[in-house]
C-alpha cells in the first residue's frame, strides 16, 4: 500500500504541477491579435517595442510572440506613409488570448500641404540602428508632435518633443535630429533639429520656437527622421531610432496661461505643455512645461484632487533666450491613465506671488 501510495502521490504531483505553471501564467501561452482596416498597402505592427509582424492588407492579424498572464503588451504601427490609429492596443495579459486590437488606417490626401490631423509619431532609441550597429547598454524613448494647422509664412510647421536617455556612461555631445536619405530611411542622413540637453543631463528637448520644414515634414510621413545621439566615444552615433512608431501613446500639447487658474491671476507670463506616455506602462515618454513664469517655485501635472506628478527639474533660461524649463525625474510613470483619457490632468507652474499656481493649462487627450 505504501507503494501504491507513493506512485500516486507521484502521479498527482505531476498532473498539479502543468495545472500551476499554467494557473499563475509562468508559460508564453497567450497571443496578442486583432483586426486592421483601411490600409493600401503592406503595414508593420510591432509588439511591445519588437517581434515586427508585416501585414499585407485589411484583414486580422496575431503576433506569433505569446505572452504570459500579467504580462502587459503594447501594439503599435510602423506605418510611416500613412495615418493609424489603435484601439484596445495595450493592456495587460489575462488568463486568455488578446483578440480585439483594432487598428484603422487612412492615407494622407495631401502631404503635407493640406494636412490638418495632428502628428504624433514615437520612437526607441537603441545602439542596433546605428549605422555600424553600436554594442551599447544606452538606450533612449522619445517622440514628437508636430501640428500642421500652426504654420509660419513659409510653411513650416510647429513641432514640439524630446528624448528621455539611460544607460549613458559618457554624457552626449550631441542630441539631434535627422534625415535620412530619401528614400532610405535606414541611411545615414544629416542633422536638421537639434535637441537642448537639460539640467538632469537625462532629458533632451525641442527648442519651444521649433518649426518642421515641409520637406522635413514629408520625409517624417516617409519613416526618414531620426533621433540621434552622439558621445565623444561614438561621434557619429552611440544610438539611433527612426521616429515612426505610431499608436500606443497617449499625448497633449496645451497651452499654459493664468485664464486656466481658478480664479485666474494677474500675469502676463505663460507657456506650453507636453506629455507623451507609454499606454501599457503608464512611462512617460517625454513630458515638460517651457515656461516664463518668473522665479518658478515648483511645476507639476495636477489633478482635481491635488497634486499628480511633481517635475523636480526647475531650470531657467535653458534655451538662451529667457525660457524656462520643467521636467519631471526621467522616468517617471504618470499615475492614471484614466485621469489622462477624461481630461482630468493639467500642467500647473507656481510661484511666491501665487503659490497655488500662476499658470496651468488643461491636458486633454489629442487623437
Known amino acids: 500500500m505504501a507503494q501504491v501510495r507513493g506512485v500516486l502521490v507521484g502521479v498527482i504531483a505531476a498532473a498539479i504541477v502543468p495545472a500551476l505553471v499554467s494557473c499563475h501564467g509562468t508559460e508564453a501561452t497567450y497571443t496578442i491579435g486583432g483586426n486592421i482596416s483601411g490600409t493600401n498597402g503592406?503595414?508593420?505592427?510591432?509588439?511591445?517595442?519588437?517581434n515586427d509582424l508585416a501585414v499585407s492588407g485589411d484583414g486580422n492579424f496575431t503576433f506569433t510572440q505569446k505572452l504570459v498572464k500579467d504580462d502587459l503588451f503594447n501594439v503599435q504601427v510602423a506605418n510611416p506613409t500613412g495615418r493609424?490609429?489603435?484601439?484596445?492596443?495595450?493592456?495587460?495579459?489575462?488568463?486568455?488570448?488578446?483578440?480585439?486590437?483594432?487598428?484603422?488606417?487612412?492615407?494622407?490626401a495631401t502631404t503635407p500641404a493640406g494636412l490638418i490631423q495632428i502628428v504624433i509619431r514615437s520612437a526607441n532609441v537603441d545602439g542596433s540602428h546605428v549605422?555600424?550597429?553600436?554594442?551599447?547598454?544606452?538606450?533612449?524613448i522619445g517622440g514628437i508632435i508636430a501640428d500642421p494647422t500652426d504654420k509660419d509664412a513659409s510653411g513650416n510647421v510647429a513641432i514640439v518633443g524630446g528624448l528621455v536617455?539611460?544607460?549613458?556612461?559618457?554624457?552626449?555631445?550631441?542630441?539631434?535630429?535627422?534625415?535620412?536619405?530619401?528614400?532610405?530611411p535606414g541611411g545615414n542622413g544629416l542633422a536638421i533639429?537639434?535637441?537642448?540637453?537639460?539640467?538632469?543631463?537625462a532629458t533632451a528637448v525641442l527648442r519651444p520656437d521649433e518649426r518642421l520644414s515641409t520637406s522635413a515634414l514629408a520625409a517624417l510621413f516617409a519613416g526618414e527622421l531620426y533621433f540621434n545621439v552622439s558621445t565623444p566615444a561614438h561621434p557619429n552615433g552611440e544610438i539611433r531610432g527612426a521616429i515612426e512608431l505610431q499608436g500606443g501613446v497617449g499625448a497633449s500639447a496645451p497651452a499654459l496661461d493664468n485664464s486656466q487658474v481658478v480664479p485666474p491671476t494677474a500675469t502676463s507670463a505663460f507657456g506650453a505643455g507636453v506629455l507623451m506616455v507609454d499606454r501599457a506602462t503608464r512611462r512617460l515618454v517625454i513630458s515638460?512645461?517651457?515656461?516664463?513664469?518668473?522665479?518658478?517655485t515648483s511645476a507639476a501635472i495636477n489633478t482635481t484632487g491635488g497634486k499628480a506628478l511633481a517635475f523636480a527639474n526647475l531650470q531657467d533660461n535653458f534655451d538662451g533666450l529667457g525660457t524656462s524649463l520643467a521636467t519631471p525625474v526621467a522616468g517617471s510613470v504618470l499615475p492614471s491613465l484614466s485621469d489622462f483619457d477624461n481630461s482630468l490632468l493639467y500642467f500647473n507652474v507656481t510661484s511666491a506671488a501665487f503659490p497655488n499656481g500662476e499658470i496651468r493649462g488643461n491636458i486633454s487627450p489629442l487623437q
Open 84 to 108: 493609424c490609429t489603435v484601439q484596445n492596443g495595450a493592456g495587460t495579459v489575462a488568463q486568455s488570448n488578446v483578440k480585439d486590437v483594432s487598428i484603422s488606417c487612412a492615407a494622407y
Open 193 to 201: 533639429l537639434h535637441l537642448l540637453l537639460t539640467a538632469d543631463g
Open 288 to 296: 515638460y512645461i517651457a515656461h516664463t513664469v518668473a522665479g518658478a
Open 42 to 50: 503592406p503595414v508593420v505592427l510591432r509588439l511591445n517595442g519588437a
Open 131 to 140: 549605422i555600424p550597429a553600436v554594442t551599447t547598454a544606452a538606450s533612449a
Open 165 to 184: 536617455l539611460s544607460g549613458l556612461t559618457q554624457a552626449p555631445t550631441d542630441v539631434s535630429i535627422f534625415q535620412a536619405p530619401q528614400g532610405n
